[in-house]
């Protein structure tokens, strides 16, 4: 792709994205020069930590010419923080963008007097290159926009088929910080996916697809192609209709002295033991919020260990189960298990928050535990795997 330069730059000091996804290997913003015969697009811009950075790369890759657009598919700020200062260097240059976007960069304080609103189906000609723009909705704010170069076959996806990650973070495993990136940021828009997706195939000139030449250049991680594009397309089209990925349970617990967490890693032993496929188990106060998430939508089977705290649940639990209303979770099944002294509420609690999930199933019997597990109380875990695992 002689005629499309990729200016993306690395944020590697970034320790949360959107100030809560840990970050354990940076974040990369992506941009993206066109270089048609007659006009220059720019592809996004990028968060404003990178502002300096992201023009000497633009600048370099213009070759002396003058970039004609700025193209916004995304008005978060970790692509629009530099917007302003693009426009004060190319002050000539027109800014294509939703109709929303327009609002929003009004919000963000940012002086565009240049502006063309772009809707589904507008196509600009570069000049031996072309954009066409599909509008993008709710993936993952209303204003969103993607575009597509017919002659190079590659689709700008804006925050679409992202990841977390450098650059060149993890190369040879595109999937796992993707997934925790979808659930996490995306995973709520799982029918706006799928329009999208559908829109996308039905275009007369996109000629990509699965085992295609196309190229998806999104705004965080690498542009995918051949394979990995492949597998990008199969996981989003699992993910987005709440599929399962991988059949197997993920165990989660919140305790507060241990016993809890020692029933559920007995469970996790039994479940095992019983064929469940997958184990996975996650101890909700001390490890990372957002892989708990990954695996709760990755997995088709959940089981949930909590103690009760003030009459509730203890507060990692609270917030996981606060997390997977807020994503969309649906279509699984559910195990509870609930620790307390001397008044256990913490079943109640949670069939309480996960009431409003879609097409939940919590499966009988629960287990209560008062304090610690006792020895007699192994055939109650038996029972609620059994129950968990039933086809």
């Not at 076959?153 to 796992?176: I, M, N, R």
């Not at 039905?202 to 699965?210: A, E, H, R």
Request: glycine share 8%; proline share 4%; hydrophobic share 45%.
């Amino acid at each position: 792709m002689k005629n499309i330069k990729y200016v993306g730059c690395d944020d590697a000091e970034l320790d949360l994205f959107e100030s809560q996804y840990a970050l354990p290997e940076g974040m990369c913003y992506n941009s993206y020069v066109v270089l048609g015969e007659k006009q220059v697009a720019v592809m996004d811009a990028v968060d404003a930590r990178c502002a300096h950075e992201w023009l000497n790369k633009v600048s370099e890759a213009l070759g002396g010419r003058t970039p004609d657009y700025l193209v916004c598919h995304h008005m978060e700020p970790d692509h629009s923080g530099s917007v302003a200062a693009f426009l004060s260097q190319y002050p000539q240059a027109q800014v294509l963008c939703s109709k929303q976007a327009v609002v929003m960069m009004q919000q963000f304080g940012i002086e565009a007097k240049n502006v063309q609103i772009v809707a589904e189906g507008t196509q600009i000609d570069l000049g031996g290159l072309s954009l066409q723009f599909v509008a993008a909705p709710m993936i993952h704010w209303p204003e969103v926009m993607m575009s597509y170069c017919p002659e190079e076959q590659v689709l700008f996806s804006a925050d679409a088929f992202g990841k977390f990650g450098v650059y060149h973070a993890d190369e040879d495993d595109w999937a796992c910080e993707a997934r925790r990136y979808y659930f996490n940021i995306v995973g709520k828009y799982g029918m706006q996916v799928t329009n999208v997706l559908k829109k996308l195939n039905n275009l007369p000139s996109f000629q990509g697809g699965v085992g295609g030449r196309l190229t998806i250049a999104p705004l965080h991680g690498p542009m995918l192609e051949g394979e990995k594009k492949d597998e990008a397309l199969r996981l989003y089209t699992i993910w987005s209709a709440y599929g399962v990925e991988t059949e197997g349970v993920l165990v989660a617990y919140a305790s507060i002295h241990g016993n809890t967490a020692k029933a559920a890693q007995q469970l996790a032993e039994i479940l095992k033991a019983k064929g469940a496929g997958k184990v996975a188990i996650t101890d909700l106060s001390r490890d990372d919020m957002a892989e708990a998430i990954e695996d709760a939508f990755r997995m088709d089977k959940l089981a949930l260990c909590c103690a009760t705290y003030d009459g509730d649940i203890f507060p990692a639990m609270h917030m996981f189960l606060h997390k997977l209303r807020l994503k969309g979770y649906q279509n699984r099944r559910v195990a509870l298990l609930e620790n307390g002294s001397w008044a256990p509420q913490a079943v109640r609690v949670m069939k309480e928050m996960l009431a409003s999930c879609k097409n939940v199933e919590i499966v009988e019997p629960t287990v209560t535990i008062r304090g610690a597990l006792k020895p007699e109380q192994t055939a109650e875990l038996e029972a609620l795997a059994d129950a968990l695992l039933a086809k």
